[in-house]
């Protein structure tokens, strides 16, 4: 059974940081693009970054150059980085797997972010 948690959200102001972790189970991590999406309120969840299987990774407009993602295959762990946060960061952030050949997606339960000014 594929499992997706995430970890690391919280409260903090405008201008500081967060590192969002998430970690799956089975063979899901090693065989799948894990990325990042976030959904605010009355929004349609958006992708924020992705990163490949090799390491190439890919960023929304939004927050490049702000968030950086990586993974760790010997924790079966995703990060997501994220410095000078902004009020429009404030969402639901959620960890996705899409895996190689069916593309099926798997996700985690999200976890909040809440940038306060």
């Known amino acids: 059974q594929v499992q997706l948690v995430e970890s690391g959200g919280g409260l903090v102001q405008v201008g500081g940081s967060l590192r969002l972790s998430c970690a799956s189970s089975g063979s899901i991590f090693s065989t799948s693009t894990m990325g990042w999406y976030r959904q605010a ?4 969840r958006e992708l924020v970054a992705t ?4 390491g190439v990774t890919n960023y929304a407009d939004s927050v490049k150059g702000r968030f950086t993602v990586s ?12 410095n000078s946060l902004k009020s429009d960061d404030t969402a639901v952030y959620y960890c996705n797997a899409r895996r190689l050949g069916d593309g099926r997606n798997y996700w985690g339960q999200g976890t909040q972010v809440t940038v306060s000014s």
């Open 71 to 82: 993974r760790d295959s010997a924790k079966n762990t995703v990060y997501l980085q994220m």
């Open 41 to 44: 309120p009355g929004k349609q």
């Open 51 to 54: 990163i490949f299987i090799g």
